[in-house]
């Protein structure tokens, strides 16, 4: 049904099913990516000449939007980074460096886990971590447990997991914190491609967001910074354009968000982030989720009736991502052969090392998906694993 609004569908035979990596790019996004190099490429916030102008108000537009995308209180608690890597390693390294103890879920991504290595956190060493249940669930009980053993921590969270798909229940999770005085941060790198956030509602402290995962270009996402925290966090880096008066005895910083936007922005995939954005509220939430849901049922009913096949939790409580293996079968033999077969999709750690040896695995296939897929990839798919499967075992 979508599909016609991405070149991607149009110039590939390729059945994509690795959204969980990075997500395609409708025409609206590349279009604007075109038009800003072509017709109105200068730098932000620095000349007043007209192009320069337009490039900052496009830029400073998408601002506003994400912010009542995710609905946020003020322009101001939106900070454009790289994406989710850099906004955790922001606030990893200038604010939440100081708290005694970081607490994080068995479900973590690695840049939700190696930024807190890097300073010299290990577990139970300034570093703890939520057990989850067999089915892969967020364990609340442990968590109050080491809430409780650990006052005014910082918690640093995903909200679905990009490995398994899981869904933490994010405003439990942080009212319960709250309660405990801890700070909390929540991984929202595969959130807006599947479900409707809201910063009101789920009242973190910090959310990250990346662009390239939500139909955005690569390269470009931001980080809610909730109101309270701005004036205390100080900047990532320094440089141009976050400076109010300098001389060689001390400089002065602009308020937030340009404190926190060294240097020249990734100007053309800010600009592209808005236009995603407006994309997606276009096409609706209740649409992509009604969709999603659907396909992601079928997925699971399909890969089912498929022999020896292992999977690590039911898709109670999760969406986009489903991981499987098949016993006796190397995944990385899959991997190569569906990819012949024109199936693009993920196998391995998927940076999520930690849970993975829990479980006594060295990795999973895992197909994931976005609302621009349909009945006839999950077919096509099937077909191909079941070809695989053939050829390896014969």
């Given at each position: 049904m979508?599909?016609?609004?991405?070149p991607?569908?149009?110039?590939?035979?390729?059945?994509?099913?690795?959204?969980?990596?990075?997500t395609?790019?409708?025409?609206?996004v590349?279009?604007?990516?075109?038009e800003y190099?072509?017709?109105y490429?200068?730098?932000?916030?620095?000349?007043?000449?007209?192009h320069?102008?337009?490039?900052?108000?496009e830029f400073?537009?998408t601002?506003?939007t994400?912010?009542e995308?995710?609905?946020a209180?003020?322009?101001e608690e939106?900070?454009f980074?790289?994406?989710?890597?850099?906004?955790?390693n922001?606030?990893?390294?200038?604010?939440?460096?100081?708290?005694?103890?970081v607490?994080?879920?068995?479900l973590e991504?690695?840049?939700n886990?190696?930024?807190w290595h890097m300073?010299?956190?290990?577990?139970g060493n300034?570093?703890?971590?939520v057990?989850?249940n067999?089915?892969l669930?967020f364990d609340?009980?442990h968590?109050?447990?080491?809430?409780k053993a650990?006052?005014n921590a910082?918690?640093s969270v995903t909200?679905?997991s990009?490995?398994?798909?899981?869904?933490h229940?994010?405003e439990t999770?942080t009212?319960?914190?709250?309660?405990?005085?801890a700070?909390?941060?929540?991984?929202?790198?595969?959130s807006?491609a599947?479900?409707?956030?809201d910063?009101q509602?789920?009242d973190?402290?910090?959310?990250?967001?990346?662009g390239?995962k939500?139909f955005?270009p690569t390269?470009?996402?931001?980080?809610?910074?909730?109101e309270?925290?701005l004036?205390d966090?100080k900047?990532y880096?320094?440089?141009?354009?976050?400076?109010?008066?300098v001389?060689?005895?001390?400089?002065t910083l602009?308020?937030?968000?340009?404190?926190?936007?060294a240097g020249?922005q990734n100007?053309?995939?800010?600009?592209?982030f808005?236009?995603a954005?407006e994309y997606?509220t276009?096409i609706?939430?209740e649409?992509?989720?009604?969709?999603?849901?659907?396909v992601y049922?079928?997925?699971?009913?399909e890969l089912a009736?498929?022999?020896n096949?292992?999977f690590?939790n039911?898709?109670s409580?999760?969406i986009g991502?489903?991981s499987f293996?098949?016993?006796?079968?190397?995944?990385?033999?899959?991997g190569i052969?569906?990819?012949?077969?024109n199936i693009a999709l993920?196998?391995?750690?998927h940076?999520?090392?930690?849970?993975m040896?829990?479980?006594g695995?060295k990795g999973?296939i895992?197909?994931?998906?976005?609302?621009y897929n349909?009945?006839v990839?999950?077919?096509?798919?099937i077909e191909?694993?079941?070809k695989?499967l053939?050829?390896?075992?014969?």
């Amino acid at each position: 049904m979508f599909k016609k609004d991405f070149p991607y569908f149009q110039n590939s035979k390729t059945i994509y099913l690795d959204n969980g990596a990075t997500t395609q790019k409708p025409k609206v996004v590349i279009d604007s990516q075109i038009e800003y190099y072509e017709q109105y490429c200068s730098n932000t916030h620095r000349s007043n000449f007209g192009h320069a102008n337009k490039a900052t108000q496009e830029f400073e537009k998408t601002r506003v939007t994400l912010k009542e995308f995710i609905n946020a209180s003020k322009n101001e608690e939106i900070i454009f980074t790289k994406g989710v890597t850099e906004s955790i390693n922001f606030i990893s390294s200038s604010f939440a460096k100081d708290f005694k103890t970081v607490i994080i879920s068995s479900l973590e991504h690695h840049s939700n886990i190696v930024p807190w290595h890097m300073q010299g956190r290990s577990l139970g060493n300034g570093l703890e971590v939520v057990k989850c249940n067999d089915n892969l669930d967020f364990d609340l009980e442990h968590f109050e447990e080491l809430l409780k053993a650990n006052p005014n921590a910082f918690v640093s969270v995903t909200h679905i997991s990009n490995a398994f798909g899981k869904i933490h229940d994010i405003e439990t999770i942080t009212k319960l914190a709250h309660s405990y005085g801890a700070v909390v941060l929540i991984d929202g790198a595969q959130s807006l491609a599947h479900l409707k956030v809201d910063m009101q509602k789920y009242d973190c402290d910090f959310f990250a967001i990346s662009g390239h995962k939500t139909f955005a270009p690569t390269g470009v996402g931001a980080i809610y910074i909730k109101e309270k925290y701005l004036k205390d966090i100080k900047p990532y880096q320094t440089g141009g354009a976050t400076i109010h008066e300098v001389d060689f005895n001390s400089s002065t910083l602009l308020d937030s968000p340009y404190k926190f936007e060294a240097g020249t922005q990734n100007i053309a995939g800010v600009i592209g982030f808005g236009k995603a954005l407006e994309y997606l509220t276009h096409i609706k939430y209740e649409n992509i989720e009604s969709i999603e849901n659907h396909v992601y049922k079928y997925l699971d009913e399909e890969l089912a009736k498929i022999p020896n096949i292992i999977f690590y939790n039911d898709i109670s409580n999760s969406i986009g991502s489903r991981s499987f293996n098949f016993e006796g079968i190397v995944h990385d033999d899959i991997g190569i052969l569906v990819d012949k077969m024109n199936i693009a999709l993920r196998v391995g750690h998927h940076c999520a090392q930690p849970i993975m040896k829990k479980l006594g695995i060295k990795g999973t296939i895992r197909v994931s998906t976005a609302f621009y897929n349909d009945y006839v990839d999950v077919d096509k798919l099937i077909e191909a694993l079941k070809k695989a499967l053939r050829m390896l075992k014969d």
